[in-house]
């Protein structure tokens, strides 16, 4: 078994792979990822269907998405004007792993909901 040199985890390739989870490991990210999964969809459209992020947050969240390449901003010429964003096939690869960690987490919902209070009651200061 090979012996990594002290500090290895500090190396350039472990900080842009940190970067690129702590970007796709985003809550914000994860939603606007599932609902770009069906398709192209307006900024305001996202807005609505994503409850509770306010509009410079996803601005910011799609901003640092097609930053990343993930996903693509297209404007439309008409008055008034009209953006759509849409995954790229680099998003669409991403997508899947979203949705399956999405539907593994609404598959255990009520386990995790059960193990949290377990141990809530088991660590209560009563």
Not at 49 to 76: A, H, K, N, Y
Request: charged share 25%; net charge positive; hydrophobic share 40%.
């Amino acid at each position: 078994m090979p012996v990594l040199p002290p500090n290895s985890h500090l190396g350039s390739d472990c900080r842009g792979v940190a970067a690129v989870l702590a970007r796709v490991g985003d809550k914000w990210t994860v939603l606007v990822i599932m609902l770009l999964g069906d398709g192209p969809r307006r900024f305001n459209e996202l807005k609505r269907m994503v409850g509770g992020i306010s509009q410079r947050m996803l601005t910011l969240t799609l901003r640092g998405l097609e930053r990343d390449g993930l996903v693509t901003r297209t404007v439309f010429p008409t008055v008034p004007p009209r953006v759509d964003y849409e995954l790229t096939d680099l998003g669409r690869g991403l997508s899947h792993s979203v949705m399956a960690l999405g539907q593994w987490a609404k598959q255990h919902l009520t386990d995790i909901e059960t193990a949290r209070q377990n141990f809530d009651v088991r660590n209560s200061t009563d």
